[in-house]
């Protein structure tokens, strides 16, 4: 079983209240989920490897550490993933990005891939999946599903907040993923928001509505 992480650190949980405010308008919005974004980075890189290397100080020479140089690729799930890419490249600038597209097909209401633009070596990379919103969990699902089919091995799943509906899905059709999310809200409602949520992330990125 995949493990949720909530990351409760309070510049986190502050910045998320004014995400979820509807007064908050589109440009507070989008640098909020940036900076959000950025913080839970710098967490969810907590347990990368590091290795030993020697360099010269002005004073001695001395071993210290490096990133052990696992290379990392960030996936995006079009359009409201974007909003958190350039938040996490600021801690992670040599991370590769690939998109995914999917769409809801109207007869089955099942998320179908229109787009897929990927780096060539993912199944040598630690992808980070990008999702703000995990509501029904079924295009996070679909989405870590096609990244297996081509090859990835190594997965997280980012969102800002998630739907307990939508974690329950993730973990039982991808328990090797662990999730990290800022919030995990109560339920989805019958439009499939999640309650209380912030909206539709990708409309209030882009200001669309
Ligand atoms: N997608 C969103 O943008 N918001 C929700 O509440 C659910 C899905």
Redesign the pocket.
């Known amino acids: 079983m995949s493990r949720v992480y909530v990351f409760d650190h309070p510049l986190i949980q502050h910045k998320l209240t004014f995400i979820r405010d509807k007064n908050t308008g589109t440009k507070e919005f989008r640098e909020l989920v940036d900076e959000v974004a950025t913080l839970m980075a710098y967490e969810i890189t907590r347990d990368m490897p590091l290795q030993e290397t020697e360099i010269e100080t002005p004073v001695t020479t001395c071993k210290s550490k490096v990133l052990a140089g696992k290379k990392i690729g960030l996936i995006p799930i079009l359009r409201?993933g974007l909003g958190m890419v350039d938040g996490v490249l600021n801690l992670i600038p040599a991370a590769k990005v690939g998109h995914i597209g999917l769409y809801r097909d109207p007869e089955t209401l099942k998320p179908v891939e229109y787009y897929a633009k990927l780096p060539t070596d993912i199944e040598e990379r630690e992808l980070i999946v990008i999702d703000?919103?995990l509501?029904?969990g079924g295009s996070a699902s679909v989405a870590i599903t096609a990244l297996k089919k081509r090859g990835a091995k190594n997965m997280k799943l980012m969102c800002l907040?998630a739907?307990p509906e939508g974690i329950k899905v993730v973990q039982e059709d991808h328990p090797d993923v662990d999730i990290f999310v800022a919030a995990v809200d109560e339920q989805?409602n019958d439009h499939?928001?999640?309650?209380p949520?912030?909206?539709?992330?990708?409309?209030?990125l882009y200001g669309t509505k």
Not at 197 to 204: C, P
Request: aromatic residues 4%; proline residues 5%; hydrophobic residues 50%.
């Open positions: 409201a703000p919103m509501a029904t907040i739907a989805l499939g928001y999640i309650v949520g912030l909206g539709d992330a990708g409309d209030r």
